[in-house]
DNA sequence: CTGTTAGCGCCTTCAT
DNA sequence: ATGAAGGCGCTAACAG
């Protein structure tokens, strides 16, 4: 059904029934009257793809993500879906699995006015990303790591770990373990890193080396790192920088026969769903996902109107989740 | 930067670069070169809109999806655009917040040529639902209940169950209580409850309606539902039609004084990502979401090109998850 | 107030 | 082997 057959019925041009479907110019009452009985009665709904052409809108949005089978990841989408459709937007999820190739390639395929705007959620960005992301037309906002130039939607993952760290130096823990990520991730490998040492600095805290230890995102690398650590010796507290590592290093705990939080206090930083629910509960910093997602996509919004203000850097807030797996010594 | 522009960087007509692009028609070997040469140059990439129109596909399949955060929709998306990807696809979502309108209004939008195939991952099938449905000109598959005359996807929700059940009857336990939920979701609320009867009947054990509670899908229900049940009477074995609820009757029973297991089992349904990491390990079963939504792409690509075989049933295996959180008796 | 026309960018006859 | 022309469905400019 399209736009001229609903014309022909109506007895009106096509020009008429596009008048009155999107309400703009002059039409007499009664012709839009018997417009709209016709769209109604045949349910016609435009062709979107036309639209999209003619308008050089495609009314989506384009969603890189790392992958989608993360809790964070789809919290993500949800906060940017949910702003899109309050916008008349749809939403187009590139799916990467963290392939550095996969998101270029999106980024290129995204551009070509196949979406309005597009929010990437990296891990890392490279020269090559933003070499692809200069000649990019459509505004573009990137979500967890901080890029010059770019809108970026950054968690204060320095304040966050820094505040972790800093409690548990305040609960009397000197021995606080780190379980890290690699240095690529540039906000959960280098920032929340830098904020423990530093805190550690502050408090006059030695550093041991032998007491960190960097490795995947996972919780079978949280379980490995915390076996390594305790080859060397036992701290009193563990800060890793995700509530994965954190419940695999509790588990590595347990089966070295330790006990949390009696023998050893962990902590982890994003506050799965689960946390709370964990044996211990899992002491956690809260970060606002879905917000994040919103703020994101209402600054893509916000570019689309206006592109001079590329560049702003949004920091959402976090909350320190005090929960039982942290004892005071 | 359009068709035409190459066109004339390279000396040829925008018919020529067309038949090179899509490797169709004959173009003489160095004008073939020379376009090639062009497009890598300029970094030239095709207007996917003006190709949908002119095509009359879009390339993109669409997923309709209750609530995107949510590991089982994560999981499903995972599977879908891992096919569509190999398909050369891209995916849209829709994210109805588990309101109805919203289904049956996506279900519209995406008909008008929008999206070349639609995977519905939704928990009741209405009348209206139907109604809409029967229109589409474009293959759709029904992922997680069975729906007459649709190709569906569904988890053997039934025989799951049922083993479950059979599980702690032969672990020797009787007293087994049940939390459920709505009969609204056919596959969840009324066909695992079905399968816990059925099997109850057969092992000729007693059912005890005071042991069986019905409520939403979140933790806080299988929470409250046990208080409920507890209120009544202290069941040997627990079977929660999710690992939600079940993680919620855990902590009901914990704060109940009861230990899990040594006076309590309890198992799930779905094998979340942590059911492994909880403390107990929970005893579940596991679906293959991710692969679900495979088979859902692949089902709707075979749609696309043998429509009459609309209307297969695909069942997903499960598997038996034996954790700590069961004790025989 | 309404209809005709042109064009968004691409692909596919048709003619050469 | 190649180019010109028309059309996918829609909307905006221009007449009238």
């Known amino acids: 059904m399209r736009i001229k057959d609903i014309a022909k019925l109506a007895g009106v041009s096509p020009a008429t029934v596009s008048r009155v479907m999107n309400n703009n110019g002059y039409v007499k009452e009664e012709k839009r009257e018997a417009v709209l009985k016709v769209i109604k009665d045949v349910d016609y709904q435009p062709n979107p793809i036309a639209q999209s052409l003619k308008n050089q809108k495609s009314q989506m949005l384009g969603v890189i993500v790392p992958k989608i089978s993360t809790e964070t990841a789809s919290r993500v989408v949800a906060g940017v879906t949910e702003v899109a459709k309050a916008h008349g937007y749809q939403v187009l999820i590139a799916n990467t699995d963290l392939d550095i190739e996969e998101e270029i390639n999106y980024l290129k395929f995204l551009s070509n006015k196949s979406v309005d705007g597009i929010i990437m959620m990296g891990t890392e960005v490279t020269d090559r990303h933003l070499a692809v992301m200069d000649k990019l037309t459509v505004p573009i906002v990137i979500l967890g790591q901080r890029v010059k130039g770019y809108t970026s939607i950054i968690h204060n993952d320095y304040d966050a770990s820094f505040t972790m760290t800093e409690y548990l130096i305040k609960q009397k823990h000197r021995d606080i373990a780190f379980i890290g990520v690699d240095e690529k991730d540039e906000a959960v490998g280098i920032v929340r890193k830098k904020a423990y040492l530093d805190c550690l600095k502050i408090y006059n805290v030695e550093v041991d080396n032998q007491l960190m230890a960097i490795g995947d995102f996972d919780i079978d690398t949280g379980y490995q790192m915390m076996q390594k650590i305790l080859m060397h010796k036992t701290p009193t507290a563990v800060l890793a920088v995700t509530d994965h590592l954190a419940i695999g290093a509790i ?79």
Chains 1, 2 share one sequence.
């Not at 330790?258 to 946390?275: C, R, T």
């Not at 899992?282 to 590329?310: C, I, R, W």
């Open 251 to 329: 588990h590595a705990l347990l089966d070295a026969g330790l006990h949390v939080p009696k023998d050893v206090s962990v902590v982890g930083i994003g506050d799965i769903k689960l946390a709370e629910y964990l044996n211990p509960p899992l002491t956690t910093v809260h970060y606002t996902f879905k917000t994040s997602g919103k703020m994101a996509a209402e600054a893509v919004f916000e570019l689309m109107d206006n592109p001079e203000k590329q560049g702003d850097t949004l920091m959402t807030t976090f909350e320190l989740k005090k929960r039982a797996s942290v004892r005071p010594l």
